[in-house]
Structures are given as structure tokens and as C-alpha cells.
């Protein structure tokens, strides 16, 4: 009835694994775990493969992304259901899979999200961005997740139809980190697919270093304007996204090249103060604009070489 799916890339999953067995035990239903490593080090494949290797255990030589990885798990499961989730996942309830089933069997749901948390301990200083954006941005209880659930939807802990997969597949192109599941949740949308989102979180158990989530927050900044493009500047898609709102906004009073200049002269201080700790979440807002207004100038420019 259900394939738990989890991509692996560089990250010791056995105390994950090791906690959904053991759970899967207590359950009145079929579940089948499925772990595709992404052609993580030898490091990490001598950690995961022992251990994985108890269940379905596929391991890639070559790295192929966050959004392929997820569409292969359709090779690889013949369930109605699929569960996905985050190999740095923690899982902390005792009745995190039976509160999925409990939810299938209620209603014939299509996608069903369970939410994430991070922990409440402030990390060490060279990890505090990734917390304090988690915290303030991410953690949102369902209450709150439920009202707009296609804008809230993650791909860290989420449970979908199979045929709801198949017919709207992870966007391939998207190969690096950073909204994917934007688009998937507004492509859910578009096409009146029903999202529950329930109190069923995992907490985020690895936070990036400052330095690797800015990059990874710049990587997916140009990941958007893919997107953007792919969409032909769908004006749904702009309204959903509050980057791209507010973007959009200041561009109609002609305010983008006077914040791109600004941008220009105090991005090196404001990335020196991130990558060492000091974070102002409004200060990264401007920042995420400023490399946004900075892809759009330069896509004009190579568009008109």
C-alpha cells in the first residue's frame, strides 16, 4: 500500500531507516522502504549500505538531482501510495507513519504534507542562518500550512498519490537545490489536485553552514527565473511566490535599478556578516532580491548579445 522513498546523498540515514522499521512493524499495512542514493562518498556508502541494504537499496554512480531522483522512485515502487522524505529527517513521534495511514484511510486523499520543525536550541554561530530561516520561515504548524496548502507545500515530508506522480512529474531540469517544490505545489494547483496538510512533522535534522545554504539560496534564486520562463511569466505563478511579488512591485515604480546599485555596493559586507553569523532575516530578504534584480540583469544582457 505504501513505498517510503527516501533520496541519499552524503548523510548517515540508518538511525532514520532504523526508526521507520521499526514502526512499520506496528502497522496493519504493507510498507516497503526504498532508499536511492545519489552517488553519495565512500564514506557514506559504507556507512548507509550495510544497513540499507535490508531493503530496496539503490545506489547511482553518477549524481542526477533533487527532482530526477524523485520521479525514479516510480521504477521502483508499485504502491498506490509514496512517501517521501529527506534523509536528514528526524523523526520523533512514535506514530509518524500510523498518522499517515490513519489519513488514508479516512479519505482518498491525493498529496498529503505532514510539515517540519527545527529544534529550539540555537545551533553554533556558523549555522545560525539556515536555523533562524528555518525557524521563522519554514516551521509553520498546519494551522497555518492548511490555509494556503499549494504554497506550503515541501518535499521534505510529503505522501502522494501514484498516479498523481505519474502524471505530474518532478521538473528534471531543476537539478540543484532550491524550488523545486515551488513548482510542483503551483503545478498541483493549476491542475486542482488536492493538498491536506496535517500536524505530522519531522524535525530538520542537518542545518548547512551559513556559506553553503547562501550558496544554495543563490542557486535556487536562479532556479526561479527558470521557472519564470518555463511558465511563460505565469502571473498566478508571480502572485504565489513572495519574492517574485514583491519584485514585480517595485518594478512598476521603477525602483529596481536604484536597489540593484545599493544591492551592488553593500552585498560583499552583508554576505561577510551572513557566512559569520549575524543575521537579520531582513537584511537576507534584501540580499535574496538583490540576486534576484542581479539574474534578471543579466539575462537581459546576454539576451541581447
Known sequence: MLSICIPVYNFDVTSLVNRLAVQIKDLDVKCKI??????SSDEFNKINAPFCSQ????QLDKNIGRSKIRNLFLTYSESKYLLF???DSFIFDDGFLSK?????????WDVICGGRVYGTDKPERSKILRWKYGVNKESQPYEVRRQSPNKSFMTNN??????ILQSFRFDEN????GHEDTLFGYLLKKNKIQIKHIDNPILNGDIEEN???LLKTEKGIANLIYILDYLEYDNAFIQDVALLRFYYRIKSYHLTNLLYYKF??????LKSLFIKGYVSLLLFDFYKLGILISNFKCKTKNNKV
Open 34 to 39: 526504498i532508499l536511492i542514493d545519489d552517488c
Open 55 to 58: 531493503h530496496t537499496y539503490i
Open 85 to 87: 522524505l529527506d534523509c
Open 100 to 108: 499517515y495511514i490513519h489519513y488514508l484511510k479516512t479519505k482518498n
Open 158 to 163: 510529503f505522501l502522494i498519490k501514484r498516479e
Open 174 to 177: 531543476i537539478h540543484d537545490y
Open 211 to 213: 556559506a553553503i545554504f
Open 264 to 269: 551592488v555596493i553593500i552585498k560583499p559586507l
